[in-house]
């Protein structure tokens, strides 16, 4: 793997980012737990992602639908018909899957990469509900979060009175029994989806196409805005060949991996392909005035993006930034994440360990700080060394607590990305990191 790729996954190791699923039993194949830093990540992530789409938007509503549904719903979606059970083989390097008949060589004709083994294959999880395990019984765990919103259409439309266009986000858990999973947490077997539907008219004149280059670029503006560089994210567009089976257009947002350019995001017109579908098995009647509203869908999963935001704030300062310390000579890790994803906030660090009335000022002002802010508390190693340790997590301010706080009940603010330092007076900290913060 990429040293880059092995760095990240060290510090996530190491930090309590992420953590390998049942460690202690040997690990679970592509299963990840995210530690008390990455929940914190994820967790601004996800928030970002629904203010985004619930408050900036209008017409814009949410839901949380089950994970377990019927499973006619994967027989109306297309998920259990033939296609999703033939043989099939995948490239190892280009995860491109192709059917057994339809392949005429040994290696990927996309990329020359390695084939797998042909399998019976089904991406879907299976369990059963209820308590005899028989084919009546038999479900699935929903491989992506959108077909709830579909299930839904009539019961939002009616309850909220909504108007054609409208749009439902949702954020879930989504499984898909990957053969080759991969790339750390990249490609995994378990994963959150914030899924954005947007139902529109075929007749309007603002159309399904005009709204679906209107939802791309928006999602190209959310992580540029993110701190996501220019140069690491492209749109490319989707050949009808390579399409998902719903898509009559599509266009995957890439991210420049240490691996490559991988896609993050999928910007897709699944035209009325699903309400369609869902009225026909259904019996019910998912018309809007006479006629199937189109929908255009935004996908991104969250594990995926908090490698690209992860990957893009990693940076190694050579000569070291802290000149104060012995460290001049080693390299320093800055985890340079938005200010608005960082995992922790502010930390509060008293200048030396055993001065009893400088630790209690700094718990005091830890207490002030942590109901407003994720905060940590720090007093272990030298100054220099602490620094360092909040600017490897990404910390966004370090509070030193010093002898001159007992005697002006002031702080000394260190800001992560210019290391300036400013006196703030302790009763005025609450608003000032709100602001530097933009919480
Ligand atoms: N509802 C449409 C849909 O699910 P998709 O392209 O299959 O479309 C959308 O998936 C996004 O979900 C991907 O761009 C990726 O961010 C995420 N995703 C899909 N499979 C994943 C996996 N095995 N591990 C992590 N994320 C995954």
New binding site residues.
């Given amino acids: 793997m990429d040293d880059l790729m092995l760095k990240i996954i060290s510090l996530c190791k190491r930090r309590g980012f992420v953590f390998p699923s049942s460690e202690i039993y040997g690990g679970f194949s592509?299963c990840y737990d995210f530690g008390p830093l990455g929940v914190e990540l994820k967790r601004n992530i996800k928030n970002l992602w629904w203010d985004e789409m619930t408050k900036k938007h209008k017409a814009l509503v949410g839901l949380d639908a089950s994970i377990l549904m019927s499973p006619k719903v994967w027989q109306a979606s297309g998920h259990l018909s033939a296609g999703f059970a033939d043989e099939l083989v995948e490239c190892k390097k280009c995860h491109k899957r192709f059917k057994l008949d339809e392949i005429k060589t040994k290696k990927c004709p996309e990329c020359n990469g390695v084939l797998t083994k042909p399998k019976k294959f089904n991406l879907m999880m299976k369990t059963f509900v209820g308590s005899v395990e028989d084919e009546a019984a038999k479900t699935y765990l929903r491989?992506?979060?959108?077909?709830g919103i579909y299930v839904n259409f009539l019961n939002v439309l009616d309850t909220m009175r909504m108007k054609i266009p409208f749009g439902i986000a949702q954020i879930g858990k989504?499984f898909?029994n990957?053969i080759t999973?991969g790339n750390y947490?990249?490609?995994?077997?378990?994963?959150e989806?914030m899924?954005m539907q947007w139902f529109c008219s075929p007749k309007a004149s603002k159309t399904p196409d005009d709204w679906f280059n209107y939802w791309k670029k928006e999602r190209l503006k959310w992580y540029l805005n993110l701190g996501i560089k220019k140069e690491n994210l492209r749109a490319i567009e989707i050949p009808k060949k390579e399409r998902?089976h719903?898509a009559k257009r599509?266009v995957?947002?890439e991210y420049k991996f240490p691996f490559g350019w991988k896609?993050?995001?999928?910007v897709?017109n699944r035209g009325d392909w699903d309400l369609s579908n869902h009225s026909k098995h259904s019996k019910q009647d998912l018309s809007f005035e006479n006629y199937i509203p189109h929908i255009i869908?935004t996908?991104?999963?969250?594990?995926?993006?908090s490698l690209a935001f992860l990957c893009e704030a990693y940076q190694e300062i050579a000569g070291g930034r802290t000149k104060t310390t012995k460290a001049i000579k080693e390299k320093e890790v800055l985890l340079k994440l938005h200010k608005k994803l960082a995992p922790i906030k502010a930390a509060v660090l008293p200048l030396v360990k055993n001065k009893p009335e400088l630790t209690k000022k700094a718990q005091e002002v830890y207490q002030l700080l942590k109901t407003n802010f994720t905060c940590q508390y720090d007093e272990n190693g030298s100054i220099g060394k602490r620094y360092r340790r909040q600017d490897e997590i990404g910390t966004c301010f370090c509070l030193t607590i010093d002898f001159d706080t007992l005697k002006q009940n002031d702080v000394t603010i260190r800001d992560r990305d210019t290391m300036k330092q400013e006196r703030v007076k302790i009763k005025d900290l609450v608003k000032v990191l709100t602001e530097k913060l933009d919480v």
């Fill in positions: 592509s491989p992506e979060t959108c077909q989504a898909r990957e999973p947490i990249f490609r995994v077997r378990e994963f989806q899924e998902a719903y599509q995957d947002i896609e993050i995001e999928g897709h869908e996908s991104v999963g969250v594990e995926r993006i």
